[in-house]
């Protein structure tokens, strides 16, 4: 099973509009950390946000929050006002305990398009 | 400095040659990733140091990979006679401590031809 889903190989957004990435995961680490990251097309991941699994409140930073859902394991990124520099990959991303170890592990992305 | 740095960003390699990567982290951050991200893929971890101490290399595919970093900043991932399915980019990133924020560099795209 995947640990980490992204379902959305690929969206487009109006320029301006909000958007949602949807990710889910899964994990039995009840301390668990979730991440989202941008990657342009110069190849560096760009931390965006992250949320704690005991968080009690959604995460935000600036135009980012994080839509966190921990009964449907759900942790989906909204972007507000899209921006034609939105334009990326984006990748979630779960750090859990395996074995005593930390682990990251990352979705396979989802290209977002701001259309202008 | 400022960021993650990694050199060179971009590598050809003849399949067979060893090649070494380099990554310069964050300055104070004691922990380092090495990734793999194949095309179209996401980043798969290849392993973790803390401070000069390898703790984690579960992630490397095999016995051909080997990463050091002796002094506990600069870090080498190197691949011994290197194949095709190496081709990728190997991303580096470093943080203040195991679970906190990774930042990672740009990248070393390795192409073995």
């Known amino acids: 099973a995947q640990k980490i889903t992204q379902t959305q190989p690929g969206m487009f957004v109006q320029e301006k509009e909000a958007v949602t990435l949807d990710c889910t995961y899964d994990?039995?680490?009840?301390?668990?950390?979730l991440f989202w990251y941008k990657q342009p097309s110069s190849g560096e991941m760009i931390f965006l946000i992250y949320?704690?699994?005991?968080?009690?409140q959604n995460a935000t930073e600036g135009r980012y929050s994080l839509n966190f859902q921990k009964a449907r394991k759900s942790a989906n990124l909204v972007i507000s006002a899209s921006q034609l520099g939105d334009s990326a990959m984006y990748f979630c991303?779960?750090?859990?305990?395996?074995?005593?170890?930390?682990?990251?592990?990352f979705g396979t992305g989802t290209r977002l398009k701001v259309l202008a | 400095g400022a960021g993650v740095s990694q050199s060179p960003r971009y590598k050809v390699a003849k399949r067979g040659q060893d090649v070494a990567l380099r990554c310069d982290p964050i300055s104070g951050h004691v922990s380092l990733f090495w990734y793999q991200q194949a095309l179209g893929q996401g980043p798969e971890f290849l392993t973790y140091?803390?401070?000069?101490?390898?703790?984690?290399k579960s992630g490397l595919p095999s016995d051909r990979f080997f990463a050091e970093r002796p002094e506990g900043s600069v870090s080498t991932l190197k691949i011994q006679r290197t194949q095709q399915e190496d081709s990728a980019v190997y991303l580096c990133?470093?943080?203040?401590?195991?679970?906190?924020?990774?930042?990672f560099g740009p990248g070393t795209r390795l192409l073995v031809l």
């Open positions: 994990t039995s680490d009840p301390s668990y950390g």
């Open positions: 990133a470093s943080s203040q401590a195991r679970v906190e924020t990774q930042y």
């Open positions: 140091f803390q401070n000069e101490a390898q703790l984690d």
């Open positions: 949320q704690g699994s005991y968080d009690q």
């Open positions: 991303a779960m750090r859990e305990v395996v074995s005593g170890t930390y682990k990251y592990i």
